[in-house]
C-alpha cells in the first residue's frame, strides 16, 4: 500500500510563519526530501530521515519522494515559503504526470505556506493592496524575451509586479534590464521595494525610487516588489516609511 506524500512550506524562514498544518504534516512523515537549509529549518527526531539534494535538482528529489512513498512509507516534500509557488509542488506534479502509473496513486497533500512576496509586503505596509502578479526573473526554465513581454504587459496593466529569483551570480544582469524596461511603462517615481531574508535575522528592506533602483542592492534572499503608479510611500517621523497600494483606483466605486 502506498503511503502518503505531504509537499510542505516552511514559510519565509521566521519559525513562527510556518503553519501549524504544515508542523503536523513534519510529525507524520519519516523521510524529509530538500534542499539542505530548507531541511536545515526542521525539528527531526532521531527516526526521521533527511534526504538533502542541491536545489537544483527539483525533479530528481520528486521523484525519489514519489517512489518513497509509493514503496509504503510517509514522506515529506520541504519547500522555502510557499510550496505552490516556483517550489516543489510544480515538481512533484510533473514528476506524476511523466511518471509510472504507480505514483498517481500515491495520497498526495500539499499543504499551503507562507510565501516570500507577503512576508516582505507585511514589513513595509500593504503594497500588494490591489491588483498584483509574480514572476519569476529565472530566465533558467524560461526564455529571457518571455520574461521581458511579461514585465512589460503587467507593468502596463497596472499590476504591482513581485519579483523572485532576481539576481544570482550566474544571472547577474537580468534584474537591472528589468528596471531598465519599466522605467520605460512607469513614473519615475515608482517605490520599488528590495525585501531580503524577510522575517530571518539577517533581514533587510530598502525602499527607493524606480528611476535610481539599484540592482545591486538584491541577492538570491531578496524578493523585489516594484509598485503601480498607484503605489504610495508614507512618511513617518522617527519610524519606517510605509508603501501601500490603495484598494481603489480612479473610476472605481469606493
Ligand atoms: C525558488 S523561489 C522559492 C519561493 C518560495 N517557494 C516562496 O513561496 O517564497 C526563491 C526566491 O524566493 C524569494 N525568497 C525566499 N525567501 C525569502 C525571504 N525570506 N525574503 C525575501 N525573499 C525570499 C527570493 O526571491 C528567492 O530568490
Given at each position: ?244 497600494t490603495p484598494r481603489f483606483i480612479s473610476g472605481g466605486n469606493r
Amino acid at each position: 500500500m502506498s503511503g502518503k506524500l505531504f509537499v510542505i512550506g516552511t514559510g519565509p524562514g521566521n519559525p513562527d510563519q510556518m503553519t501549524p498544518e504544515a508542523l503536523a504534516a513534519v510529525a507524520q512523515a519519516t523521510d524529509f526530501y530538500g534542499y539542505g537549509p530548507y531541511l536545515d529549518r526542521l525539528t527531526l527526531n532521531a527516526g526521521q530521515r533527511r534526504h538533502v539534494s542541491d536545489n537544483r535538482e527539483e525533479l530528481d528529489r520528486a521523484g525519489a519522494a514519489l517512489r518513497s512513498a509509493s514503496d509504503g512509507a510517509n514522506v515529506c516534500v520541504v519547500s522555502g515559503g510557499d510550496p505552490g509557488v516556483f517550489a516543489m509542488a510544480a515538481a512533484v506534479c510533473e514528476a506524476i504526470d511523466n511518471g509510472p502509473p504507480e505514483w498517481r496513486n500515491v495520497e498526495l497533500i500539499i499543504i499551503p505556506g507562507i510565501t516570500a512576496m507577503l512576508a516582505v509586503a507585511a514589513r513595509i505596509g500593504a503594497p500588494l493592496g490591489h491588483d498584483f502578479c509574480a514572476i519569476s526573473l529565472s530566465d533558467n526554465l524560461k526564455p529571457w524575451d518571455v520574461i521581458e513581454n511579461r514585465l512589460q504587459m503587467a507593468a502596463k496593466a497596472g499590476f504591482v509586479i513581485a519579483l523572485y529569483n532576481p539576481i544570482s551570480k550566474a544571472r547577474p544582469w537580468q534584474l537591472g534590464k528589468a528596471f531598465e524596461l519599466l522605467r520605460a511603462v512607469l513614473p519615475a517615481e515608482t517605490p520599488v521595494i528590495f525585501g531580503r531574508a524577510a522575517g530571518r535575522p539577517d533581514e533587510r528592506i530598502a525602499v527607493q525610487r524606480l528611476e535610481h533602483a539599484d540592482a545591486t542592492v538584491a541577492d538570491m534572499a531578496t524578493c523585489v516588489i516594484i509598485g503601480s503608479a498607484e503605489t504610495r510611500i508614507i512618511a513617518r517621523d522617527g519610524q519606517t516609511d510605509l508603501v501601500y497600494t490603495p484598494r481603489f483606483i480612479s473610476g472605481g466605486n469606493r
